[in-house]
């Protein structure tokens, strides 16, 4: 993985719902621009400008195919990141053990 990149911020950036709720939709594979605009009412200005700092480490791609821009997202890199985290891996050991003690 790249590690030219602040994780703090790239953490910050990737639960930031205005970010996330983009991310989302790329879930299960890439999307076009136009079905992202539609989708969740903003322009594609705004979606490149929110999404540029994960385009620019490699988190999304960016794509153009003839006129149509596609985005997709590396689900291996973010799920790196994710689990680097020590604040990530902290909520989800104590959720794993809440779910233990009620069970």
């Given at each position: 993985?790249?590690?030219?990149?602040?994780?703090?911020?790239?953490?910050?950036?990737?639960?930031?719902?205005?970010?996330?709720?983009?991310?989302?939709?790329?879930?299960?594979?890439?999307?076009?621009?136009?079905?992202?605009?539609?989708?969740?009412?903003?322009?594609?200005?705004?979606?490149k400008k929110r999404l540029a700092y994960v385009i620019q480490h490699g988190f999304v791609m960016?794509?153009?195919?003839?006129n149509k821009i596609i985005f997709t997202v590396?689900?291996?890199?973010?799920?790196?990141?994710?689990?680097?985290?020590?604040?990530?891996?902290?909520?989800?050991?104590?959720?794993?053990?809440?779910?233990?003690?009620?069970?």
């Amino acid at each position: 993985m790249n590690e030219n990149f602040d994780k703090r911020k790239m953490i910050e950036i990737l639960v930031d719902p205005d970010i996330s709720i983009i991310l989302l939709e790329l879930e299960d594979g890439g999307k076009e621009s136009v079905y992202l605009t539609q989708k969740l009412q903003i322009s594609d200005t705004e979606i490149k400008k929110r999404l540029a700092y994960v385009i620019q480490h490699g988190f999304v791609m960016m794509n153009q195919n003839e006129n149509k821009i596609i985005f997709t997202v590396d689900k291996e890199k973010l799920n790196k990141i994710m689990e680097m985290d020590e604040n990530f891996s902290g909520v989800v050991d104590g959720l794993t053990e809440l779910d233990q003690y009620l069970n």
